[in-house]
């Protein structure tokens, strides 16, 4: 949405400083209220046993060692353990504070943990301030103490959004030292450094973009009373969101995967939420087509229950934030409202992000009854994603190009499930650290295509890069069956592939099967065809026409043994959470090569 700085300025109502609630008196009484509702129980349960744990522990400060051992080692999780835990804590005495107004140690420790965050060095995490002024030697850093070149990451903007909106909801109880504290920090840390500064992310089109500037709105939204001051920062806003759209495709697809559009979309409605308020209704960043498709989303990237399409960097399982799912309901009438069950647990978020958390409470919609995912098939045209959901069984594949954000090199990759448990499996998103972030990045089993459902051809895996693509021949969706076809020979960089056309058939009637097919066509007779396929650790047992894989079900794997020798390698990588995680890859190599080859396979649920 383009704006004049006129048109902002004459749409701010400045008299308008609570935007989460009409008075005080409501809030105080919406409050008071949820405490006594039985629907905000297991919710509240969750908030209040994190008090019980977290009175029990000391805030601890962030330490010089841990701070430094990302530029020493690479390493993330050290430092940013105790950086989010004391986010938790921020987030957990501010929302007692609501809820127990008469309780003072919760007002003692929420003074205390704001007072530690502003004492903090920085508040963006060291792994994102490698080069950055904050790293600099004392006699290049000295040479800019008259400037204010503050970095503005996700976090240190996630701070911001946070203090902003809980000295709203608290400024009635606040000590006023610690106000002033929460406004000198903001103005020295993120205020002042955005107008002077320009950031990296403002013309990125992917969650930076969003969750940086959102948050910065939101801040000067809660606390700016200087207009002209507001004015230009949210100029700057409007126009960082108008790159973060450029990101998604027409058909709202979020190729980062579902948990950074639970993430970036999310700032984006907080945000517009937030500034629909301030202007009275004049500025509505939801009244576009594209945020409408965005919204949608969620539905059709959950498979089963908490299980997703877990393509690029996201987590196999799960869960939905409810408040936002509520609130988009209201905003869109096709928004599936996903089950109860399916909520995000306080606790879960190990970023402990304030923007949710809080929203979960004021946007639960106790008269909503949410349903299971609908039973469909959706074809994302632009983004190449084909996902069927069928009598509890799923088929997920993708087409797309290897330089999506958060890429993995995946073309032609594809994931099968029966009633939440995988068979072909996604591998989903590793551990972050610098490297995962590097040239080296597709050196990680999970991000490049050594560790995807596709073929290495001549011993060559897939390249990255947005010329690696898929050009996709045909779809359909029909009752029964549907089908995808897709040319995967640009994803590959050998000389002599013309074409490689892999098609899915998905037969729906009874217990789902799906037919894949790989038709190659050569220049000249190729070295070597390997038929990869990303399974779990399952019990495997073979049979003369095929391989049966069983867990808590079981599948049958059918292939001409003639013509196919299968490899079984059982690897490990580290998930996003730093732990092992153990798989299976299913080498079948092509016998007889020659420049046309045919090879088909089918999967049948047993």
């Not at 507001?230 to 700057?236: A, C, E, S, T, Y």
């Not at 999310?266 to 945020?291: C, E, M, P, R, S």
């Not at 448990?421 to 590793?430: A, C, I, Q, V």
């Not at 490297?435 to 999970?446: G, H, N």
């Amino acid at each position: 949405m383009t704006l004049t700085a006129e048109q902002l300025s004459s749409f701010i109502d400045h008299n308008k400083t609570l935007l989460l609630f009409s008075s005080k008196e409501e809030q105080h009484q919406w409050f008071h209220s949820i405490k006594s509702k039985q629907s905000f129980q297991s919710l509240l349960d969750e908030i209040k046993a994190e008090v019980d744990k977290l009175c029990k522990e000391p805030i601890t400060e962030l330490s010089f060692f841990d701070f430094t051992l990302f530029r020493e080692t690479g390493s993330r999780l050290e430092y940013e353990k105790h950086y989010f835990t004391k986010r938790k804590r921020l987030n957990t005495f501010a929302i007692m504070c609501l809820l127990e107004p008469d309780q003072p140690i919760y007002l003692k420790e929420l003074h205390e943990v704001i007072w530690s965050i502003c004492n903090e060095y920085s508040w963006c995490l060291p792994a994102h301030l490698k080069d950055r002024p904050e790293m600099l030697e004392e006699s290049d850093f000295l040479t800019l103490a008259e400037q204010p070149h503050y970095t503005i990451d996700l976090f240190s903007a996630e701070t911001a959004f946070a203090l902003s909106e809980i000295y709203r909801l608290t400024e009635d109880v606040l000590d006023p030292l610690i106000k002033k504290r929460i406004v000198q920090e903001l103005h020295k840390r993120i205020f002042i450094p955005f107008q002077h500064q320009s950031y990296f992310w403002e013309t990125s089109t992917h969650n930076w973009a969003s969750v940086c500037a959102c948050s910065i709105g939101a801040a000067g939204l809660h606390l700016l009373n200087d207009e002209p001051l507001l004015v230009g920062i949210l100029k700057r806003v409007l126009n960082a969101l108008q790159y973060y759209l450029k990101g998604f495709n027409d058909d709202g697809g979020c190729l980062e995967g579902y948990g950074y559009w639970q993430y970036g979309f999310g700032f984006y409605v907080y945000f517009a939420d937030l500034l629909k308020v301030k202007t009275a209704g004049n500025v509505d960043l939801f009244d576009q087509k594209k945020v409408h498709k965005m919204a949608l989303f969620q539905q059709k990237c959950f498979i089963h229950k908490k299980k997703v399409v877990n393509f690029s960097d996201s987590t196999e399982e799960a869960t939905v934030f409810l408040g936002l799912s509520h609130y988009l309901s209201r905003m869109y009438p096709e928004i599936e409202v996903p089950k109860n069950e399916l909520r995000a647990s306080y606790s879960e978020d190990h970023c402990s992000r304030w923007a949710p958390a809080i929203r979960n409470l004021l946007w639960f919609d106790e008269t909503k009854r949410g349903q299971e995912w609908r039973e469909t098939t959706y074809y994302l045209n632009d983004s190449q994603w084909f996902i069927s959901r069928n009598n509890g069984y799923a088929f997920a594949s993708k087409g797309g190009h290897n330089n999506e954000p958060h890429n993995h090199n995946d073309i032609g990759h594809f994931i099968l499930q029966a009633n939440g448990e995988t068979f072909l499996k996604d591998l989903g998103s590793g551990m972050y650290c610098e490297a995962y972030f590097s040239d080296k990045r597709y050196e990680f089993l999970c991000n490049g295509s050594q560790g995807h459902s596709v073929p290495i051809i001549n011993n060559q895996l897939q390249k990255d890069g947005p010329s690696y693509c898929a050009r996709i021949i045909d779809q359909l969706q029909q009752d029964e069956e549907d089908m995808l076809e897709m040319d995967l020979a640009k994803a590959y960089e050998v000389s002599v592939l013309n074409s490689l056309v892999r098609r899915f058939v998905w037969k729906k009637v009874n217990k789902p099967m799906l037919v894949l097919t790989d038709t190659y066509n050569f220049s000249s007779t190729p070295d070597s065809i390997v038929e990869r396929f990303i399974t779990p650790v399952l019990s495997l047992s073979y049979e003369s026409d095929g391989i049966v894989l069983t867990g808590d079900q079981s599948i049958k794997i059918s292939y001409d043994s003639s013509l196919l020798d299968l490899t079984v390698n059982e690897k490990d990588f580290l998930n996003h959470f730093g732990e092992k995680e153990r798989f299976c890859q299913l080498d079948f190599s092509v016998k007889e090569l020659s420049q046309l080859c045919r090879v088909e396979f089918e999967f049948s649920f047993l």
